[in-house]
């Protein structure tokens, strides 16, 4: 039996092996949210439970990449305990992060438990990876279909918050990033059509009847290029395509441009948002394309734009390739078993704070790492680390596929850093596939691995 899944493991391996949509696979990872911070991309996301039947959220977690082909994961830093006054362990919905004067403000919406209405609310840090507490004590503001925030920043330094279900609510955030300058208001022109798309019949739950409504949906996404005001949306209804309108200025006039993404693959929801890095423009957004996945187990994925002469954004077409990759692994320097492209099986841990891993790791398991850069020259010995030891194995990496000989194998008996020799040539660019073996029980954690 071990033989055969086993088998069925690396077969599968081996279809998906160029893949890159979605882009985490250790976790159900829904509503991405990009920010660009010095030569790093962090992506803050949801989390759909496994054992999902309908929205089931209970924390956030990030990610970061330097070249859009591997992600590696931070932690899981802020959760609904993180907030004392809000429903507690589940409703942990769509957010958004960004940096301001050393700061770190990541937006969230939950449920306040006194009055059960949505709320949105601010956890602070002084590192994107935390601590974070509950920068106010309560929320910022609360309101039916009062989720989705999402934080921009002018380029006069001004601060911008937008965010609502079936409808759309702003209001210019104080230096203090906690508080409104003036309140906030619904967004002007929101029920035109000519601003947020053609109408219809949609259910209005605050109301609980159907209504005549425009085509957004939720969850806004709002940036800035040379004089134009982007904002892009969920739209058309459930299931969901991405739509976006363009304005002179933040307070609008809104003018609706069109769809830009069709619904997402398995997902009734497409959250997401569009970042620029390295040069490039970037579009994430959510599928429900894993193994398991749906509408309640959705996934981050990303695809490379780029806008038309005119400043239009694209209609954007899916893929499984994803994006090109925008540098290099350096095997001689630390890389982090959490540090990934494509994995089967593993998960990583579920911790706020600096220290990561991956676990629940079993006989056929494997972590794919993409554009790992070994130089003109073969190194000698590959060292690894493994944590929480808990049944024997072994450790193989490969060069490019799983197929063939390992260049080199780790016998895994205990907690300990090992050392093991390069046993075939590895120079140049490769992806480097990390393959674990075992019995039928779970094996042990990973930790780091190195080339010297």
């Known amino acids: 039996m071990k033989s055969y899944f086993m088998t069925l493991a690396l077969f599968l391996a081996l279809s998906l092996c160029h893949a890159q949509n979605p882009i985490v696979t250790t976790s159900f990872t829904p509503d991405p949210a990009p920010f660009v911070f010095g030569d790093k991309l962090y ?22 990449t ?5 992600w590696t994961y931070l932690g899981t830093p802020v959760s609904t305990e993180t907030f004392s006054w809000a429903f507690q362990g589940d409703r942990a919905w769509a957010s958004q992060a960004v940096e301001r004067n050393g700061k770190w403000y990541w937006y969230v919406c939950l449920t306040e438990a006194a009055t059960n209405a949505d709320a949105l609310a601010v956890a602070v840090a002084d590192d994107p990876q935390g601590p974070y507490v509950d920068a106010i004590g309560g929320p910022l503001a609360t309101g039916w279909s009062f989720i989705d925030p999402t934080v921009f920043v002018d ?32 967004v002007p022109g929101f029920h035109d059509p000519a601003s947020f798309g053609p109408q219809s019949m949609k259910m209005n739950w605050a109301k609980g009847k159907e209504e005549l409504m425009v085509g957004y949906e939720e969850g806004p996404w709002v940036t800035r290029r040379g004089d134009i005001y982007y904002m892009t949306y969920p739209s ?36 997401g948002g569009e970042v620029a890095f390295k040069g490039r423009n970037y579009m994430f957004y959510h599928n429900g394309a894993l193994p398991n996945g749906g509408g309640f187990h959705r996934s981050a994925c990303v695809e490379e734009f780029t806008y038309n002469e005119d400043g239009s954004i694209p209609f954007i077409p899916f893929t499984k390739q994803g994006p090109r990759p925008v540098g290099t692994v350096d095997p001689y320097e630390r890389v982090e078993a959490e540090t990934m492209a494509w994995s089967w099986g593993v998960k990583t841990d579920r911790l706020p704070g600096r220290e990561h891993h991956v676990t629940r790791i079993h006989n056929g398991d494997w972590i794919k790492v993409r554009e790992v850069d070994f130089g003109s020259k073969t190194p000698e010995e590959l060292m690894m680390e493994v944590l929480n030891y808990k049944s024997p194995g072994t450790v193989e990496l490969y060069v490019d596929s799983l197929g063939g000989k390992p260049f080199a194998s780790f016998d895994v ?37 190195q080339a010297r």
């Not at 992506?43 to 089931?56: I, L, Q, S, V």
């Not at 459930?238 to 619904?263: L, Q």
């Open 155 to 186: 380029n006069d330094g001004s601060a911008y918050l937008f965010w609502g279900n079936k409808g759309c609510w702003y209001g210019k955030l104080a230096e203090d990033m906690i508080s409104f300058v003036d309140g906030y208001r619904e």
């Open 66 to 70: 330097e070249d859009m082909v591997n």
């Open 43 to 64: 992506m803050f996301t949801g989390h759909d439970e496994d054992d999902a039947t309908y929205f089931k959220m209970k924390d956030w977690q990030l990610y970061s």
């Open 413 to 449: 008996v205990g907690n300990q850093v090992y050392t093991a020799k390069v046993q075939l040539p590895v120079s140049g660019k490769h992806d480097v596939y990390i393959l674990f073996r075992g019995g039928d029980e779970e094996l042990f954690d990973f930790d780091w691995w």
């Open 236 to 271: 058309g209804g459930v299931p969901e395509h991405m739509a976006y309108s363009t304005a002179p200025s933040i307070d609008g006039p809104w003018t609706y441009r069109g769809r830009i993404m069709d619904e997402a693959r398995n997902a009734f929801t497409i959250h």
